[in-house]
RNA sequence: GGGCCAGUAGCUUAGCUUGGUGGAGCAUCCGGCUGAUAACCGGAAGGUCCCCGGUUCAAAUCCGGGUUGGCCCA
């Protein structure tokens, strides 16, 4: 940077300014330098999520990265040695995705015609397409990361590290196959990702059926039980009910029918039913009933009752069918109750050979068969058009259903109270996502269906003899030590897929199984797979684990919050994390989801360009807390440029302006006890601001901490401090009250730099540097966050300028009231309420004020006249019709010589010849200031004003006036701050009284060596209150 | 359809835990100030605290229902 000692341009700018600091950053290789700062210190463990880079970055992009780079810096600047390695995630469907569609390809066959290998060649070079943009936005952004060497989920060393993380899982016995429910399309032939399936969502208006199955103990009773798949009726298995609800057996119709109390009374009217029993969910458990199809022989006992929370009372009967074949529910259910697993219909949708009468059909057609032949058998009890929300493929159209396929699955369900324990252990923000949304999702962790039947991905190790034999390579090693082979190009599809080795228990050919995995695993496992662990780097890792922090948004809360928990507490049984921010979605304007179909994104560089980074950082970290969500605007960033940064830089510009003036070194260090009242006020509050911050930082309070930082440079240094004290800079004199403000200055703004190093860290560079520091470092961020001293705390002091800002408050609103300018001197101040101020606060009153005397005064009734006024309700009775007139009377007069007479002997008053008395009960008295006097109150604290002017405050006032008129014109002249004027003038009836009388004032205000007074006028015409002025000057 | 979060002035928001006359910033209007000047100071105007109901002497705040937006699921 250069040491630009005038230049304010280069502080006006924003963007300027964080180029110029980009440029010194580049130069100084500080941010690598930073990621190596504090090396051999105690850690601060931070954990990168991995983005992937195949599409560039947007606005909630730099959020996430703002809110993990204050934190860090924060962090590092306490003291810690804060590693943070960059990471990108590389595999999974979205990159495989893209690739299609760039090939002009859709499905999987296409895929494999196409070739694996050059297939994964193209999801490879497709992962850092947008790379460069991501390096260029961390830069600019100023997130300090290493991305010269990042975590790459690809690399072979990494899938290495997560083969072993599986082996210790398979050791454990928790990999196992399965069956997993997945939606499918019929018609594409394919599963559907869940975020597929969630676009297409529709309402759909069905026909769902009550069906009666009959008890097979009972004659005539049947169980109630309702359902709008009548297709899914062949696959039955099952019926669950609530065990907490009560169910009833009633009469109806002639049958005994059993179906929820609830249900009951909301389906059937009165005397339309007799009850017969009342019985408790769980009271049904194991009731058998009759099937109602016989294609299938079922391999293992169904056909029973069931318990299950999820069956509600909300609509049906309380009874629901169960086919494990087709619903997460259900097939959950199947599993906890051993049930048989009956599949009647093909993957194409259609039904299998078994189902004879409706062999080939699809199944949504055969609905209709199907309910008509219940109804002839006498067991379709209703039929009830029913609207809800149902998936269709966002492809095809078509109806998904829901299927179950062989899946490899973590048994995560096994380890719930793990996952629980371990959660406990972390620290949320905000905290209601520990019990809440994440708490919950815990409570209910189903397995992790980890396989994907897919090709860009890491290849699951799972290997398998003809005799169901498995074995789990978990090392490149291990691969060589089976084969006796090491000639596998890389850990990825399709190269793993060709080894193979006899199986150890039957000697039988090895061969591996389809999948890759769920990429979400990848990421999950960088806390220690970026180690390359436990290949190498063991004592890195265990330095390092588990991490103090992560942040991501929310919608992590299922994805990489929690793989990084799932894995830590399945291979390591402890948490990965201890301290993790969420943070909300960034949303426009509207409070609508930015999406490209929208065009509502916003261009992140278009406001990084406009008003730069830190005041998108600012904007970002200051406004609300991380976890609301943010309707990002650009007038917002515009705000937080102008109203915080614009402040900073602002307050920076007058401390450059006179210090290079008067070459000033900053940080001569008076000692700050001794200094002015107004100094040490300002020394207190910025060690109480230092002691908040750093106590909010530490709890991971970002926008507390920017919120108070805020407050303080705009109230507190910039519209209080500085203002009140431009005087003391103006001198050209050196003195001691000139050293001890910029001291004061100089010192907070240091701090300053400091504290917002985290959050704005050009500016604080910029102020740091701009500062004139001479034993600076590199950077302000080398530097340690302030501490505070608490002897510099004077909590008196502070109450007293609260005092005081408010008297000075009440004062202009005084002078307001009787539009008296406060460029007009008074002679007086009488101020009630408050302890009498020392001269250091006192001065401060008077030139806020412009006033020359202060007085305390505690009983201010000589300020007031009385008034009276005549009581109608007094006189009214007494005086009856000439009341009207007697007030008419007594009103036109002086109320306050009514009041002095009336308080005295009371007043007589004659009216068409009667003569009434009126006495002091007949009036109503008012305290009223006297003319000479204006009034400013809040609460206990009245001021009062003299506005009485003598020949020399007249005087002063309109001196004042051509002191503002003259500086006007050197500024209009653009003079330098110190250049030297000659100054002549003339104006109207007493102007030219003033300008003699304070001759010497106006000189010295306006740094003028001549001054005489014109005679003709000429120059510059100015009209003041006093009349017109003309001015010259050169 | 379920779970969670949010709805306060034209805009951005504080207050809600623990009930007691709703505060601020931006924008607007009036006045002031003026060598920090795209700033600042005083004042004004601007509110159905999303809606309905309940609890209570008293509800922005607590409870229930609804609605709108968001997130995660289905």
Known sequence: MKEDRTGQSQVSDSVALEEEVLARWRDLDIIRRLLQHNKGNEYFRFLEGPPTANAPPGVHHI???????????????????????????????????????????????????????????????????????????????????????????????????????????????????????????????????????????????????????????????????????????????????????????????????????????ALLKDGEYEILQRIMGSDLEGLKYEPLFDFFTPDRPGHFVITANFVTMDDGTGIVHVAPAFGEDDYQVGILYDLPFIQAVHSNGTFKEEVTPWKGMFVKDADKLIIKELEDRGLLEGIHMYPHQYPFCWRCDTPLLYYARKSVFIRMSRLRKELMDNNEKINWYPSNIKKGRFGNFLEEVKDWNLSRERYWGTPLPLWRCPDGHEHVIGSRDEIKELTGKDDIPELHRPYVDTIEFPCKECGKTMKRVDYVIDCWYDSGSAFFASHHYPFENEEEFKKQFPRDYIAEGIDQTRGWFYSLLAISTAVFGRPSYKNVICHALVLDGEGKKMSKSKGNVIDPWEVLNSDGADAVRWYLLSSSQPWKPKLFSKDGVNEANRSFLGTLRNVLGFYRTY???????????????????????????????????????MNFDLTGSAQAIKYFVVEELSNWYVRVNRRRFWGTEDSEEKRTAYDTLAESLLTISKLVAPFAPFHAEKVYMALGI??????????????????????TLQKDMELLKQVVELGRAARGSKNVKIRQPLSKVVIKGAEPFGEGLGSIIRSELNIKELIFEENLSKYFEMTAEPDPKKIGPKLRSHAGKAREILLSGDSKELAKKVKKDGIRIEIDGHEYHLTEEDFRFHEVLGERWALGEEGDIEVILDLHLDDDLVNEGIAREVVRRIQTMRKDMDLAYDARISIKLSGDGPINDGVRSFRDYIMHETLADSMEILDPPDGKEWKIDQGILHIQIE
């Open 659 to 697: 210090s290079d003036l008067d070459g000033y070194k900053p940080l001569n260090r008076s000692d700050p006890k001794v200094r002015p009242d107004i100094d040490r006020w300002l020394l207190s509050k910025l060690n109480l601001l230092s002691r908040d911050v750093d106590e909010r930082m």
């Open 774 to 795: 001479e034993d600076k470092k590199d950077s302000v961020h080398f530097e340690s966050y302030p501490s505070f001293d608490q002897d510099l705390i004077d909590e």
């Open 63 to 265: 959020f996430a990265r703002t809110i993990k780079d204050a934190i860090d810096r924060h962090r590092n600047m306490k003291g810690y040695f804060v590693p943070r390695m960059g990471g990108w995630d590389c595999h999974g469907l979205p990159v495989e995705l893209a690739v299609e569609k760039k090939l002009g390809i859709e499905n999987k066959e296409q895929i494999e015609d196409y070739g694996i290998e050059p297939f994964i060649e193209q999801c490879r070079e497709s992962v850092f397409t947008y790379i460069d943009h991501w390096s260029k936005m961390t830069e600019r952004i100023g997130y300090v990361l290493d991305l010269d060497d990042p975590y790459i989920t690809m690399k072979d060393t990494y899938i290495e590290s997560v083969w072993w993380s599986l082996k210790e899982i398979w050791k454990k016995g928790l990999l196992e196959e399965g069956h997993q429910i997945v939606p499918f399309c019929p018609r594409c032939g394919t599963s559907l990702s869940s975020h597929e399936v969630a676009q297409g969502y529709k309402e759909v208006t069905e026909p769902s059926i009550f069906i009666k199955f009959k008890v097979a103990t009972q004659e005539n009773t049947y169980l109630l039980a309702w359902t709008t798949t009548p297709w899914t009726l062949l696959s039955n298995v099952a019926l669950a009910v609530n065990p907490d609800e009560f169910y009833l057996r009633v009469m109806h119709k002639g049958q005994e029918v059993i179906f929820a109390e609830k249900r009951v009374k």
